[in-house]
């Protein structure tokens, strides 16, 4: 009987893996997810695939801004890539491009900062998280359609992309 007991008091292999997993960026800073959600990026799945009873990782190559960002996306998806925008882009209009609305704001805002564009696609790239890459990219894409070479060398410049944010911040500032 007492063996009963003790079989009962056995614990698997899950009940020791925490349910949340902590992502730490180069800067520091410390973003707590679901284990789950974060297995849309293969860097974090192959990291926790190979030790399961992490639940701090270091992500050397990204910056906190930008981390905050892809795990609001992680959380967003739970996990799941989604499709990738179609293409070639059918409009310039994220709304009119991503299936998942979210996405479209999502990116929106994010491309209001060209500078911090550029740097969630580095990120989703560096982290391997396909469909982000993919929606970034789709991003640039929708900046450039259309547009003259002289102005497509302005967006995709890192030079003038300072520039241009600074212009575009003191114009959203005189509109509030």
């Known amino acids: 009987m007492a063996d009963a007991k003790n079989d009962d008091d056995l614990g698997g292999l899950d009940e020791e893996v925490s349910s949340t997993l902590t992502l730490k960026s180069k800067d520091g800073q410390s973003f707590e997810l679901e284990r789950k959600n974060a297995f849309i990026s293969k860097l974090v799945k192959t990291s926790l695939e190979s030790d399961q009873s992490v639940d701090d990782l270091d992500i050397p190559g990204v910056k906190g801004d930008v981390l905050k960002k892809i795990v609001e996306y ?18 310039k209009s994220m709304k009119d491009v991503c299936k998942d609305q979210w996405d479209a704001t999502f990116i929106d805002g994010i491309g209001k900062n060209r500078q911090h564009l550029y740097d969630v696609i580095l990120a989703a790239n560096y982290m391997d998280i396909k469909s982000l890459l993919h929606l970034g990219c789709a991003k640039v894409a929708s900046l450039i359609k259309g547009q003259p070479l002289e102005k497509i060398k302005t967006i995709l410049d890192p030079e003038y992309v300072e520039k241009d944010d600074a212009k575009a911040k003191d114009e959203d500032d005189k509109k509030e």
Do not use: V, Y
């Open 74 to 91: 992680m959380n967003h998806h739970k996990g799941t890539d989604p499709d990738p925008p179609e293409k070639p882009l059918r409009s």
